[in-house]
């Protein structure tokens, strides 16, 4: 497997081949260029490149260097000649490669949208959190793409616990908390309420939280899926700890919880 993706990455060094995401340089033209292969990786970046170059196909580790990912695909170029019949719902992929911001905001707007499958609003959401995490992008263009991660995360509350529901959507605000501020007046960046919201679906009290943390190894398997979807709603609030002084009772709760997430499953 190491010489199978040494192969794969000097593959990728000779052709002058790098990952790039959207917003990058030279992005529009590979994109319009043919098949991409997409990522998203371990720390939520969305990443393309070329499926193929010169004749020869590049591999998926490319990508990442051969590290993990959340996800992975292929997505066809927007002016390719599949009918549009493969645009779809069911064909995200291709469908969000061909859509500007302002296209994908108003996609949320149609009746299609209430019809679109769990698969879809996961892809929507991976999709806008590259965007949100472009550089090139003005921060209010950023913030935009974050929206429309939130919007896509609240789609798909229906397949999901409200604790999954949360830590996805803890994940996006988080980040937009860290790079853009904290505001009252932006409901995804309002930081008190992301911990009230957290604290309110904990489900257990903190003394209990401490308790079940201290033999989560021998605990039934329901309390170990409780303990984890309790650290996973919380570990995007570590990075925003500077930010959670003063006395607020919802932020006096959180930095207890925080001190507990080490000893989680």
Avoid at 4 to 22: K, M, S
Avoid at 41 to 70: C, D, M, S, Y
Wanted: with cysteine.
């Amino acid at each position: 497997m190491e010489d199978q993706l040494a192969d794969e990455l000097a593959d990728a060094e000779r052709l002058g081949v790098e990952p790039i995401r959207a917003g990058d340089e030279g992005f529009d033209d590979m994109i319009n260029s043919g098949t991409v292969k997409w990522a998203v990786t371990e720390e939520g970046e969305l990443v393309f490149i070329p499926k193929h170059v010169q004749g020869t196909e590049l591999k998926h580790p490319v990508l990442t260097n051969g590290a993990p990912v959340r996800a992975a695909g292929e997505a066809e170029s927007p002016s390719s000649d599949r009918s549009p019949d493969t645009q779809g719902c069911h064909e995200s992929g291709r469908r969000f490669l061909g859509s500007s911001l302002e296209d994908l905001e108003r996609h949320l707007l149609t009746p299609e949208a209430r019809a679109c499958s769990l698969e879809h609003w996961e892809q929507l959401r991976d999709f806008a959190v590259g965007g949100m995490q472009s550089p090139g992008l003005s921060d209010e263009t950023r913030l935009r793409w974050g929206r429309l991660a939130l919007s896509a995360i609240s789609r798909k509350e229906r397949s999901h616990t409200p604790q999954q529901a949360i830590a996805d959507s803890a994940y996006v605000r988080a980040y937009m908390i860290r790079e853009f501020g904290v505001s009252n007046a932006d409901a995804a960046r309002d930081l008190p309420a992301l911990c009230s919201e957290i604290m309110r679906n904990v489900g257990v009290s903190l003394e209990a939280g401490a308790r079940l943390a201290k033999g989560w190894k021998s605990a039934p398997r329901d309390q170990m899926l409780q303990l984890r979807r309790i650290k996973n709603m919380l570990t995007p609030l570590l990075p925003l700890r500077a930010l959670l002084e003063g006395d607020d009772p919802a932020f006096q709760e959180t930095r207890a919880w925080l001190e507990l997430v080490p000893r989680l499953p």
